[in-house]
Nanobody, 120 residues
């Protein structure tokens, strides 16, 4: 029943921008911290950005600080990743991740992943 539906991935040139969206359903969105991970070929999956359930706090990987922004809309049940000044090294499959922030069960869910390719 829980779904994390991503959109916005695709091909972009170096220096360009891309906005990823992840719409959640089947869960109480405001109870979940949200984050974006990415995985490039031959590399481990890494945390890109995270945002708390209320949106009061965010954190970013060093490699994307100053270039990426994470935000959320708890009315639309959507988390966003604004990606600016994109580099070839940003090429990866990007995954949306939700984890229960307040519940003792700490339930978590993964999106299906969306491809981001930065190339000239």
């Amino acid at each position: 029943q829980v779904k994390l539906v991503e959109s916005g991935g695709g091909l972009v040139q170096p220096g360009g921008s891309l906005r990823l969206s992840c719409e959640a359903s089947g869960l109480t969105f405001s109870n979940y911290a949200m984050s974006w991970y990415r995985q490039a070929p031959g590399k481990e999956r890494e945390l890109v950005a995270a945002i708390t359930a209320t949106g009061i706090s965010t954190n970013f990987a060093d490699s994307v600080k100053g270039r990426f922004t994470i935000s959320r809309d708890n009315v639309l049940n959507t988390v966003y990743l604004q990606m600016n000044s994109l580099k070839s090294e940003d090429t990866a499959v990007y995954y949306c991740y939700a984890v229960e922030q307040y519940n003792h069960a700490a339930t978590d869910y993964w999106g299906q992943g969306t491809q981001v390719t930065v190339s000239s």
